[in-house]
């Protein structure tokens, strides 16, 4: 694992640090719900871009569609806010077209997992050095409170009015299973331990997954009796062990647990660097 | 001197050169009957100039990735045929509504749905035109031989970077699958246009401004211009936006940019049209045996003659009303159960009769068919 010495002297502020990073000529206010998880996640992001010491030049965040895809019109980087789903594709082009580029996916849990579920798995197949940044609500909130691949069963939504009677995804999981090198869960209650997984994430190389539990009272905190946006972040703080500790635990111990911090990490090859093999031989044989 | 330019190829390896020609250095897709050599000449050939290829999980990602290449400075292309394009026509209109210049190669073959995978077919014509969803103006051009395929592909690219817009090659099974020996372009021969970059500062820069030129120039991701790409309707900007008037100048502005330079983008073969009393209007693969045919009944003292849409969209109005005018029959051959024929009618006068002939079995039409129907219509 690579660690990344903090690139100022002086630290700056904190607001600052996201004030720096915020689209000019942007009109805010934002379309997120006050005390959505987002905000977040997005400071989280630019917190650990700023101690990466990145240019912003050099990033550039995709997205798809819903609620986490907003993100990038908001942010000082280059932006590019797709369809339902396909973020993973578009930002598969702008890297593999120009490797030298950081490109950071954020996206949801319905356009991730849902619409664009076999462009997940595949981008995670290929390792490509993009980093993933699942804001994981379990529900559709920009359409109003539908049900997700992430869904707990019997959990309520707007589609699913007498409990969900579907099984739901485990994002991390599966990510591992179809080939992510390196994958991580935090939530937003633990805001610096999300940092440094967007850290790790950004600074791996391959494709690295970083899963954000996040909330959305407006729909699923409402409609299954979680409370607003602080008690629901206190359920993170209370419901999270760290994979250190989730080792030493039963299975049993571990139902209705976060299991955050690195789940997954190697060095497998990346998909840029192989192909630039190929190009290197097929120019130096002609 | 052997001429080293001479070369027997196959219709859909003439796309590759093509593009290739006019700087293509990034394909995506995904494999389909007839337009699988497209790809294959493509992961052969891209990484020997330093290119990229890649093989993506179906066709939503193909064309989704040709648009992420496209924003980061390289000119792009997939090839599919209608179950593909139809996938990706989501993407398309992406393509559309960000002003992303990027090329389409549709090798047509029969359908609805999976169809006929390998019979030709001219039957997306419309589908060019209309495929995604909202209001737009789309262009695409139609070669009818192996060399045209060359050529047209090359113009394809030029008026994707000139006019920042999807164009899709509207090939056939019949072109895509057959091998005519042709003289590649040597390099000078064909003008290549690259896309207009940014003088402006980044500061001052806006991404989709209206300009003169009916398009606003593009940079590529990481040259310092750090703006929005959205599918949701924009400001000049790229901000998202609900004002009406500025809901009207984007979508003016996708119509405008191409209509206001038509002459720019039209291209027809026009053949023994002066004193033609009966015109052939066609486009694509069936154009070979209009040839034949006129060639034939003019031997035979008719005054027929023919007009070729290499560039079927946007379609040509003006034009087609000027050559037609001294003709009062028009027959318009398809492959497929009428798609132009509906635009030839549009913009001819009432007093004009056209007379549709249409295949759409699986085989082509061929020279004797359209001797039959010009006697038929005479």
Request: glycine letters at 8%; proline letters at 5%; a neutral charge.
């Amino acid at each position: 694992m690579t660690t990344v010495e903090k690139t100022k002297a002086a630290p700056r502020q904190r607001s600052d640090v996201i004030l720096n990073y915020l689209r000019p000529k942007k009109k805010f206010p934002n379309v997120w719900c006050a005390g959505c998880g987002n905000g977040i996640v997005m400071s989280a992001i630019v917190r650990a871009i700023d101690k990466l010491g990145l240019s912003k030049d050099e990033i550039v965040m995709v997205s798809g569609i819903g609620c986490t895809s907003r993100m990038p019109i908001y942010l000082d980087f280059n932006a590019l806010h797709t369809t339902h789903g396909r973020a993973l594709p578009f930002a598969t082009g702008v890297k593999f077209a120009q490797p030298h580029l950081k490109v950071i996916v954020v996206t949801g849990d319905g356009d991730a997992l849902a619409i664009g579920g076999n462009h997940f798995i595949h981008a995670c197949r290929r390792n490509i050095d993009i980093t993933a940044i699942l804001v994981n609500n379990y529900i559709y909130g920009m359409t109003g409170g539908q049900g997700s691949p992430t869904t707990p069963t019997a959990a309520f939504s707007t589609t699913t009015p007498y409990g969900n009677v579907e099984k739901h995804f485990d994002p991390c999981k599966l990510a591992e299973a179809a080939g992510a090198s390196y994958v991580a869960r935090a939530t937003v209650y633990h805001a610096p331990q999300l940092e440094k997984a967007i850290l790790q994430a950004v600074d791996h190389r391959g494709f690295s997954f970083v899963e954000v539990i996040s909330n959305c009272h407006t729909y699923f905190g409402r409609l299954n009796r979680r409370g607003d946006a602080v008690s629901m972040l206190k359920e993170y703080k209370e419901r999270s062990v760290t994979s250190a500790r989730a080792k030493r635990m039963s299975p049993e111990e571990l139902v209705d647990k976060y299991v955050i911090g690195t789940l997954y990490e190697d060095d497998k090859t990346e998909f840029c660097d192989e192909y630039q093999k190929v190009v290197d031989a097929q120019m130096g044989e002609k | 001197m052997v001429d080293t330019q001479r070369k027997l190829l196959l219709g859909n390896l003439a796309c590759v050169h093509g593009a290739i020609y006019a700087g293509m250095r990034f394909f995506a897709g995904y494999p389909i009957t007839p337009s699988t050599e497209v790809a294959e000449g493509c992961s052969r050939e891209l990484p020997r100039i330093g290119g990229r290829f890649i093989q993506m999980e179906d066709e939503i990602g193909s064309i989704g990735a040709v648009v992420g290449a496209s924003v980061s400075g390289l000119k792009a292309m997939t090839a599919t045929s209608g179950p593909g394009y139809s996938l990706m026509v989501e993407n398309i209109g992406y393509a559309y509504m960000t002003e992303t210049p990027c090329v389409i190669i549709n090798v047509q073959r029969g359908g609805p749905s999976t169809g006929l995978p390998t019979k030709g077919s001219q039957s997306d014509t419309m589908q060019a035109r209309w495929g995604p969803h909202g209001d737009y103006t789309a262009i695409a051009v139609a070669p009818s031989t192996v060399g045209d395929t060359v050529t047209e592909t090359i113009r394809a690219f030029n008026l994707a970077e000139r006019f920042r817009t999807p164009v899709t090659i509207l090939l056939d099974e019949v072109i895509s699958h057959q091998r005519e020996m042709i003289s590649l372009p040597r390099p000078g021969e064909h003008q290549v246009v690259d896309r207009v970059k940014p003088t402006a500062s980044p500061e001052e820069f806006e991404p989709f401004a209206h300009t003169a030129r009916g398009v606003s120039p593009m940079p590529a991701y990481g040259e310092g211009y750090r703006y929005v790409i959205t599918g949701l309707t924009h400001d000049a900007m790229g901000f998202t936006t609900n004002r009406p008037d500025e809901i009207k100048q984007k979508l003016d502005k996708l119509r405008n940019k191409i209509l206001n330079f038509k002459s720019e983008i039209t291209k027809l073969r026009i053949e023994m049209m002066d004193d033609a009393e009966i015109a052939f209007v066609s486009y694509g693969s069936v154009s070979r045996a209009v040839l034949l045919a006129v060639a034939l009944a003019r031997n035979a003292g008719v005054k027929v003659g023919m007009i070729q849409l290499y560039t079927v969209w946007p379609f040509p109005d003006d034009e087609l009303r000027d050559y037609l005018a001294g003709c009062h029959k028009v027959i318009v051959p398809e492959l497929n159960m009428g798609q132009i024929v509906r635009e030839v009618g549009r913009v001819l006068p009432p007093d004009t009769e056209i007379h549709s002939l249409l295949r759409y079995d699986g085989e082509i039409l061929t020279p004797m068919q359209l001797l039959e129907k010009l006697e038929e219509v005479m």
